[in-house]
């Protein structure tokens, strides 16, 4: 029986998670749950999975339910410490974390599982990004198992030779398929009027506001580019993008003999997230076939960064290393937020982390300590520049 710490259990990743161990109770139990304030939907989660633990950041959230579950009969102990939340991620009796936290919060929890050894099955790719180095650091020397769940990077995953082969494996390049997002193509002249309602509407996937703005800007295939950096030990000049509208190929390995590697399969997060909860084994989604014939073409497009300058950005603060991809991520959070409550145009995201990028201070990364102090820095000028732009 692997049991299960689900950090972000209320949100899409989080629920199509709870959906795969649904089926499958004869394999899994969740022994925590951790979200920041959806509380009704918890109440649910408690009673259909009765974990032991729940973690719940925002305080007026952790009172109400704490007071909507006195008196039931089946009642989880629930923390609100945010410290106390990311030790649940070390908890012994946990064999899998399940990392689903959007953005920078989700950081401390994973690097907390990794520490611990766990088998962690990674959504939060901000996490990687601000911290590659030592987030792997801490899964080498801990012997922990890093799955990714990203379905780009989890169709890499399947692709490349084991691990264990030799050096020369023969792996020429990785090719990450992106849908090219809502905006895909509109004219440049109109993205200044863009909503965020038009950028939430993604045409493929049903995702959390963030990453579907992430996805629209391409600023999301840029976190991906970096977080495929450090999965897979790529260097960013092996990495290439993509725009496959259909999203039925969810990346590609190019290898040195000229074949490459493709997975396939409907645009559905539970097949990324059954493949990382169950390998090498393999089980039941619940995602229905991918009808072949239903299909129309598969186009293949390269990406345009003049429209999406995200991306370019991305592969610049890659090459920049040190810092710079946590201060990109950093940035582009506080855009993308302020962003959806109207207070910057689309356009001014990429200004936004552009502006920021250029005064990063340089240096690699030695301590969780000096990252976070770089992100609070960076979240602070991203503010002023936001100010600036109003
Ligand atoms: P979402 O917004 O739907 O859900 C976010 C979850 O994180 C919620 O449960 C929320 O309660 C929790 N959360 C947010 N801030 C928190 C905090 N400070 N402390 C504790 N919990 C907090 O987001 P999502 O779409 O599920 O994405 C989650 C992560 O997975 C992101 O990093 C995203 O990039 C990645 N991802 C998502 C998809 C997808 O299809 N949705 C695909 C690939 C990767
Ligand atoms: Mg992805």
């Given at each position: 029986m692997?049991?299960?710490?689900?950090?972000?259990?209320?949100g899409s990743?989080?629920?199509?998670?709870?959906a795969?161990?649904?089926s499958?109770?004869?394999?899994?139990?969740?022994?925590?749950l951790?979200?920041?304030s959806?509380?009704d939907?918890?109440?649910?989660?408690?009673?259909q999975?009765?974990p032991?633990?729940?973690?719940?950041?925002d305080?007026?959230a952790?009172?109400?339910?704490?007071?909507?579950?006195?008196g039931?009969p089946?009642?989880?102990?629930?923390?609100?410490d945010?410290?106390?939340?990311?030790a649940?991620a070390?908890t012994?009796?946990?064999?899998?974390?399940v990392?689903?936290?959007v953005?920078?919060?989700?950081?401390?929890?994973?690097l907390?599982a990794?520490?611990?050894?766990?088998?962690?099955?990674?959504?939060?790719?901000?996490?990687l990004?601000?911290?590659g180095?030592l987030?792997?650091?801490?899964?080498r020397?801990?012997?922990?198992?890093l799955?990714?769940?990203?379905s780009?990077?989890?169709?890499i995953f399947?692709c490349?030779p084991?691990a264990?082969?030799?050096?020369?494996?023969?792996?020429?390049e990785?090719?990450l398929?992106a849908?090219?997002g809502?905006?895909r193509?509109w004219?440049?002249?109109v993205?200044?009027?863009?909503t965020p309602e038009?950028?939430?509407a993604?045409?493929?996937?049903?995702m959390?506001?963030?990453?579907?703005v992430?996805s629209?800007t391409l600023?999301?295939?840029?976190?991906?580019v970096?977080?495929?950096?450090?999965?897979?030990?790529?260097p960013?000049?092996?990495?290439?993008?993509?725009?496959?509208?259909?999203?039925?190929?969810?990346?590609?390995?190019r290898?040195?003999d000229?074949?490459?590697?493709a997975q396939?399969g409907?645009?559905?997060?539970?097949?990324?997230?059954?493949?990382?909860?169950?390998?090498?084994?393999r089980i039941?989604?619940?995602v229905?076939?991918?009808?072949?014939?239903?299909?129309?073409?598969?186009?293949?497009?390269?990406?345009?960064t003049k429209?999406?300058?995200?991306?370019q950005?991305?592969?610049?603060a890659?090459?920049?290393?040190?810092?710079?991809p946590a201060?990109l991520?950093?940035?582009?959070?506080?855009?993308?937020?302020a962003?959806?409550?109207?207070?910057?145009?689309?356009?001014?995201?990429?200004?936004v982390?552009?502006?920021?990028?250029?005064?990063?201070p340089?240096?690699?990364?030695c301590s969780?300590e000096?990252l976070l102090?770089v992100d609070?820095?960076?979240?602070?000028q991203?503010?002023?520049?936001?100010s600036?732009?109003?």
């Open positions: 692997q049991r299960l710490a689900l950090f972000g259990s209320t990743i989080g629920r199509s998670t709870l795969v161990v649904e499958h109770p004869e394999r899994y139990a969740v022994h925590t951790v979200a920041r959806n509380v939907l918890l109440l649910e989660q408690i009673q999975f009765q032991k633990f729940v973690g719940v950041t305080p007026k952790a009172d109400k339910l704490r007071q909507a579950l006195a039931k089946f009642a989880p102990t629930v923390v609100s945010e410290l106390e939340i990311t649940l070390g012994p009796e946990v064999n899998v974390v990392a689903a936290i953005g920078a919060a989700g950081l401390a929890s994973s907390a990794a520490r611990a050894g766990k088998r962690l099955l990674l959504a939060n790719k901000e996490s990004v601000m911290s180095a987030l792997m650091d801490a899964v020397e801990n012997g922990a198992e799955l990714p769940v990203d780009e990077h989890n169709a399947q490349l084991p264990s082969a030799a050096e020369s494996n023969g792996v020429a990785l090719i398929t849908s090219g809502p905006f193509t004219p440049a002249s993205f200044d009027e863009i038009q950028a939430c993604h045409p493929n996937w049903s959390g506001r963030k990453i579907s992430d629209a600023m999301n295939k840029g976190l991906e970096i977080e495929a950096h450090w999965l897979f030990g790529m960013a000049s092996r990495i290439s993008v993509v725009v496959h509208p259909q999203s039925v190929v969810h990346s590609m390995v290898f040195n000229g074949s490459v590697l396939m409907r645009p559905d997060m539970r097949t990324p997230i059954a493949h990382a909860l169950a390998w090498p084994e039941d989604s619940g229905e076939p991918l009808d072949l014939f239903a299909l129309g073409p598969l186009e293949f497009e390269p990406p345009d429209r999406f300058p995200c991306l950005l991305a592969y610049d890659l090459e920049a290393g040190g810092y710079a201060a991520n950093a940035a582009n959070e506080v855009a993308v937020a962003f959806l409550e109207g207070k910057i145009r689309f356009t001014d995201i990429p200004r982390v552009s502006s920021v990028l250029s005064t990063t340089s240096g690699s990364v969780l000096e102090e609070a820095q960076t979240r602070q991203a503010q002023d520049e936001i600036r732009l109003r």
